[in-house]
């Protein structure tokens, strides 16, 4: 790889910022200084440094946010702040967020700049539960959850989701899992047994649960388990 590359994809640094530090002498390649933005390293083997710090080629990264209300799934917004806004993170412009939730939704939020683990995650064929905590409009009764494992018709669709599983906690509040992603699921699903989502949370996406001692709006790295919960 170029040098210039390398050092602009390790770090916040634009290629011609690079390159102004390459012709101060703040870089150096096995502790020699060098001008050479082309010069070919293996980063693998060749140890670069930028202002006398070592830089590391990027490993896949893997993150569990805490979505609070009121920001939008989505690496930038003209109009709302969004969740990648509260990551301190190098390069946050590669990250990308496995299963999106509404601006009122909080909870679990998968982030990841791997693309393969992303699908895994967010594809149907993946049969991947996502669990809510829901609150309602108005009281539950005991024959949806019935009507829930068979699927419900949605508006506007012309075929039933796929079974999920509720679980009715007390008469406004319950656990709804379910295996896919439609827009605004949870809410049309309720919606269409007459019912109105006044609150919904997102606790956990397959095997992966939120973590207890995250606030709204901390994150943190997800472990080698949680990472291998989609690894194949």
Not at 25 to 32: H, P
Not at 114 to 119: K, L, T
Not at 147 to 170: C, W
Not at 205 to 227: F, T, W
Request: charge should be neutral; include cysteine; hydrophobic fraction near 35%.
């Amino acid at each position: 790889m170029r040098l210039d590359k390398f050092i602009a994809t390790t770090t916040d640094f634009s290629r011609s910022e690079v390159k102004r530090w390459l012709k101060q002498n703040e870089v150096t390649v096995n502790g020699t200084i060098t001008n050479n933005p082309a010069q070919h390293i293996d980063s693998s083997k060749d140890r670069i440094c930028l202002f006398d710090k070592a830089l590391e080629e990027l490993k896949p990264r893997y993150f569990m946010l805490y979505k609070p209300q009121n920001l939008v799934c989505a690496n930038s917004d003209s109009e709302h702040p969004t969740v990648i806004d509260l990551l301190n993170e190098p390069k946050k412009e590669t990250l990308q967020i496995a299963g999106r939730l509404d601006k009122d939704t909080t909870g679990l939020v998968l982030i990841t700049d791997n693309g393969q683990w992303n699908h895994r995650v967010t594809s149907p064929n993946s049969h991947c539960f996502k669990r809510y905590y829901v609150t309602l409009a108005k009281p539950l009764y005991t024959e949806l959850i019935g009507q829930f494992s068979q699927g419900i018709l949605l508006k506007s669709e012309n075929k039933v989701t796929l079974p999920a599983e509720l679980l009715i906690i007390d008469d406004y509040h319950a656990e709804l899992a379910i295996q896919e992603g439609k827009y605004h699921q949870v809410k049309r699903m309720f919606a269409a047994v007459g019912n109105h989502v006044t609150a919904l949370h997102r606790n956990s996406i397959g095997d992966i649960s939120l973590d207890n001692s995250l606030q709204p709006g901390q994150y943190r790295a997800l472990n080698s388990k949680e990472v291998n919960c989609f690894a194949n």
